[in-house]
């Protein structure tokens, strides 16, 4: 039998001071994030694995929550990748041309755009010069 100690934090790890089913969510970051504990929170929802948590740690709630920050996430990373895959095409389009030449294009941006749009391939393929 065990002692007096460990009946206690037995019984600790199953109620709350109140007598309610505590959280059976395991990893709740310590004070200075060093050791996990339990959850201290009395435990309301029964999961489909018919253990008790509550609502913060309810499995289904928690990936809720994260789907919601990884769309989030996603959402933002595909945004900033468009921005940088054009700011490549646009750094590709105008190699080699001088500031003196980059002026006198129309709208370095808009033709970027359109080279980009056709696959970001030079029309004059393997031609050095423009001249077929």
Known sequence: MGSARDVA??????????????CKYPDVPGQGGWH????????????KDGKVYCKTHLPENVKA????????????WDASSAHWS??????????????EQMRDLPSAKVLADAWLEAGGV???KGDSDGDE
Not at 86 to 99: D, K, P, Q, V, Y
Request: aromatic content about 12%; hydrophobic content about 20%.
């Open 122 to 124: 030079y029309p004059f």
């Open 65 to 76: 929550r994260r789907d919601a920050k990884q769309a989030k996430w996603n959402k933002e």
């Open 9 to 22: 934090d037995q019984k600790l790890k199953q109620f709350t001071p109140t007598g309610k089913p505590r």
């Open 36 to 47: 996990n504990h339990q959850c201290y929170s009395g435990g309301k929802y029964k999961s």
């Open 86 to 99: 054009r700011e490549r095409a646009m750094t590709n389009f105008c190699e080699g041309l001088s500031n």
